[in-house]
């Protein structure tokens, strides 16, 4: 199987910034698309960003394009999110997953391996 840890949550002010570690273990595979989501409470899993192998990336919504940014060191099995220009809304649990091949899935059921996630929190 595969084992995900994420790493790098925590409390920040609003327009600050965090960065989050994904690290990957156990079973690996020659093609594998990384990604991040994010849950509020009582809010469905949110799609956040994907990268596959080669380096290309896939945004969700709106909203955390061009501050959030996706990337990948296949060397050492890690993704990263880095969260700029943090907002309130922003506020949620981060999961990590991956799913075999170099398809980006949008919906939670595409992944194989989750992580256990890791909180966010932005204050106002």
């Known amino acids: 199987q595969v084992q995900l840890v994420e790493s790098g949550g925590g409390l920040v002010q609003a327009g600050g910034s965090l960065r989050l570690s994904c690290a990957a273990s156990?079973?690996?595979?020659?093609?594998?698309?990384m990604g991040w989501f994010r849950q509020g409470p009582g809010s469905e899993r949110e799609f956040v960003a994907a990268?596959?192998?080669?380096?290309?990336?896939?945004y969700g919504a709106d909203s955390v394009k061009g501050r959030f940014t996706i990337s990948r060191d296949n060397a050492k099995n890690t993704v990263y999110l880095q969260m700029n220009s943090l907002k309130p809304e922003d506020t949620a649990v981060y999961y990590c997953?991956?799913?075999?091949?170099?398809?980006?899935?949008?919906?939670?059921?595409?992944?194989?391996?989750w992580g256990q996630g890791t909180q966010v929190t932005v204050s106002s």
């Open positions: 990268i596959r192998k080669s380096g290309s990336s896939t």
């Open positions: 997953a991956v799913r075999p091949g170099s398809i980006v899935g949008v919906v939670p059921k595409q992944y194989d391996y």
């Open positions: 156990g079973r690996t595979f020659s093609s594998y698309v």
